[in-house]
């Protein structure tokens, strides 16, 4: 059963708008929460993360927002530019450095 | 720079034979992970390891087996390639204590096709 999930298989935005992408996890274990960005034929690369005792989480044009109570994060990414576009994925781990991931959002950027 | 290689990137074979991908890391990370991506699944885990001599099941180890005879290394075996072993495979590595929240490092991964 997939603990970590993301239910928008695809996002498109427009350039300079907001990207919002979701995610929910169902284990209530998990203390770390990542975002990895994978282009094609690549691996993924992190992005940003957070832990569980913080509710928020800055780098830059990305913020990532957990609300533990709903069991639910958000990436923001603004302003969206074009090599914003790719897939993202969002992971959840506890205190075993294992990694539960989402089944991704790819994200297209119009210009 | 310290880097994680996966080798051969792509692979073509057929169906009942053994095949092994390379991952091999410079971090001299402790914990190597294997994962295979496929469309709708995202990334799960097939083995891991947390040190030389260590190796562990994943959500979907059936059908695979690693090894750990030093730090660098955890090959990933498949003992007799199945259709549904199709996948693009990755590997990563991370240590304890050390980067962002549990993060880990990933390889450029491996495309398998079983025939």
């Known amino acids: 059963d997939q603990q970590v999930k993301q239910n928008s298989p695809s996002l498109s935005v427009q350039e300079g708008r907001i990207s919002i992408l979701n995610c929910d996890y169902t284990n209530s274990m998990f203390d770390y929460f990542l975002w990895y960005k994978k282009y094609p034929a690549e691996g993924p690369t992190f992005l940003i993360s957070?832990?569980?005792?913080?509710d928020k989480n800055e780098d830059g044009r990305f913020t990532v927002f957990l609300n533990k109570s709903a069991k639910h994060l958000s990436l923001h990414i603004v302003p969206s530019q074009p090599g914003d576009s790719a897939v993202y994925f969002c992971a959840a781990s506890s205190n075993d450095y294992k990694l539960s991931f989402g089944a991704g959002t790819t994200v297209t950027v119009r210009a | 720079d310290a880097e994680i290689t996966q080798s051969p990137r792509h692979k073509i074979t057929e169906t009942g034979r053994q095949v092994t991908l390379a991952c091999h890391q410079t971090?001299?990370?402790?914990?190597m992970f294997w994962y295979r991506q496929d469309l709708g699944h995202g990334l799960r885990l097939i083995h891991y390891?947390?040190?030389?001599?260590d190796t562990n099941k994943g959500e979907v180890s059936d059908g695979y087996s690693v090894s750990r005879s030093n730090t660098e290394d955890l090959p990933l075996t498949l003992e007799s390639a199945a259709s549904s072993q199709t996948s693009v495979y990755f590997c990563?590595?991370?240590?304890w204590g050390t980067g962002v929240d549990n993060e880990q490092f990933f390889g450029p991964g491996t495309r398998l096709t079983v025939l």
């Open positions: 971090w001299n990370h402790n914990n």
């Open positions: 990563a590595s991370s240590e």
């Open positions: 957070i832990s569980s005792i913080k």
């Open positions: 390891s947390y040190g030389v001599q």
